[in-house]
């Protein structure tokens, strides 16, 4: 089980909402909204997925980390170097 099922119904929501402002951007672009206008939506865009992706993380942690550490110390490693690389990846997007 996902360590986000509890909030699926949430992120699901937020996902939606995401994919309408890309489109929206898209939209913009077709019809050459000035620049600064389209950046500041890709800013908007950007920061809602970083959200989405901290939630994400924090789930992660707190149920596939901490039960992975609960089963045993090397299952808890594995999921805390998986967690770090993904923490490196976002940080580096």
Same mark, same amino acid.
């Given at each position: *089980?996902?360590?986000?099922?509890?909030?699926?119904?949430?992120? /699901?929501?937020? &996902?939606?909402? #995401?994919?309408?402002?890309?489109?929206? #951007? %898209?939209?913009?672009?077709?019809?050459? $909204?000035?620049? =600064?206008? +389209?950046? $500041?939506? =890709?800013? %908007? !865009? $950007?920061? %809602? &997925?970083?959200? +989405?992706? =901290?939630? /994400? *993380?924090?789930? @992660?942690?707190? @149920?596939? +980390? !901490?039960?992975?550490?609960?089963?045993? @110390?090397?299952?808890?490693?594995?999921?805390?170097?998986? %967690?770090?690389?993904? #923490?490196?990846? &976002?940080?580096?997007?």
């Amino acid at each position: *089980m996902a360590g986000y099922s509890g909030s699926k119904d949430e992120y /699901l929501k937020r &996902l939606r909402r #995401i994919e309408g402002q890309v489109r929206g #951007i %898209a939209r913009m672009v077709d019809e050459d $909204t000035y620049c =600064i206008d +389209v950046l $500041t939506q =890709i800013s %908007a !865009v $950007t920061k %809602a &997925l970083q959200a +989405v992706s =901290i939630g /994400l *993380m924090e789930d @992660h942690l707190g @149920h596939c +980390v !901490v039960d992975a550490a609960r089963s045993s @110390h090397e299952e808890g490693a594995e999921k805390v170097r998986e %967690a770090a690389d993904a #923490i490196a990846r &976002l940080v580096r997007s």
